[in-house]
């Protein structure tokens, strides 16, 4: 059973910066990602990291300003969040695909199998 937990979301001006946190109980790697749901809007794919070689996908309206990361010893992943926007604000959530490897399918919600329960970030203007 894998399990995902969310930590380090907050409320911050725009122009700020946040660190996100998802702790995983992976017995296996899995292609791993970080997706956001604002209200009324469907959830999307914000960026994703192969466990292997660490190859990094981002969403094009975070590029530049997102990075994600993972320490595979405590098995942590990491979203860097920097110049914050109001249109960032959004549940952000954790997740683990069935897959070893990403790939251009990563955006994809439906072969994730694990997710988290979330973590909420709110900027303000």
Not at 38 to 47: D, F, L, N, Q, W
Not at 96 to 104: D, I, K, N, Q, R
């Amino acid at each position: 059973q894998v399990q995902l937990v969310e930590s380090g979301g907050d409320s911050v001006q725009a122009g700020g910066s946040l660190r996100l946190s998802c702790a995983a109980s992976i017995a296996r790697r899995y292609c791993m990602a970080w997706f956001r749901q604002a209200p009324g809007k469907e959830r999307e794919g914000v960026a994703a990291i192969s466990p292997y070689g660490g190859s990094t996908y981002y969403g094009d309206s975070v590029k530049g300003r997102f990075t994600i990361s993972q320490d595979n010893a405590k098995n942590t992943l990491y979203l860097q969040m920097n110049s914050l926007k109001p249109e960032d604000t959004g549940t952000y959530y954790c997740a683990a695909a069935w897959a070893s490897v990403c790939g251009s399918w990563w955006p994809r919600r439906e072969v994730y199998g694990y997710w988290g329960q979330g973590t909420q970030v709110t900027v303000s203007s």
